[in-house]
């Protein structure tokens, strides 16, 4: 695998899922994943009003991108997270831990005051580093 968490003595442990920093061998191709929302294959939000769901539907929509670029989630170096309400950290980083179970990316996370669905709680982008040759 191309990516490992760093960690430093100097900072704090991280209250979430999540590494301080990630280093990926930079021999590979980059993956740019938009911003992926609760919008699931059929066009509708997923979860209306549930963090858990919306975050369940967002991960699986990573995973799905990831998959159709060649690669999956454990490639993903680093996402950003914009969330509705800062109070669903918790929840949000519970359904992570189901997604992300190896090294767990590098992440920033803000809340935002609008989305372009106001059914929309969560949102994430990523990007990921494909090692192409490690299935040679």
Do not use: W
Not at 102 to 113: F, G, H, I, N, R
């Amino acid at each position: 695998m191309p990516k490992q968490q760093v960690v430093s003595p100097e900072l704090a442990v991280p209250n979430g899922h999540f590494a301080q920093a990630t280093t990926v061998n930079a021999r590979g191709r980059l993956v740019f994943v938009s911003g992926m929302t609760a919008r699931n294959a059929q066009g509708g939000v997923t979860g209306v009003g549930d963090i858990t769901a919306q975050t369940h539907q967002v991960c699986q929509n990573l995973r799905a991108a990831m998959e159709a670029a060649g690669g999956t989630l454990d490639d993903i170096a680093r996402v950003d997270v914009f969330v509705r309400n800062m109070e669903d950290f918790q929840a949000i980083h519970e359904v992570r831990r189901q997604y992300f179970t190896t090294e767990p990316p590098a992440s920033t996370l803000v809340e935002v005051s609008k989305f372009v669905n106001k059914d929309y709680l969560i949102e994430i982008n990523a990007i990921a580093v494909i090692d192409d040759e490690r299935d040679s």
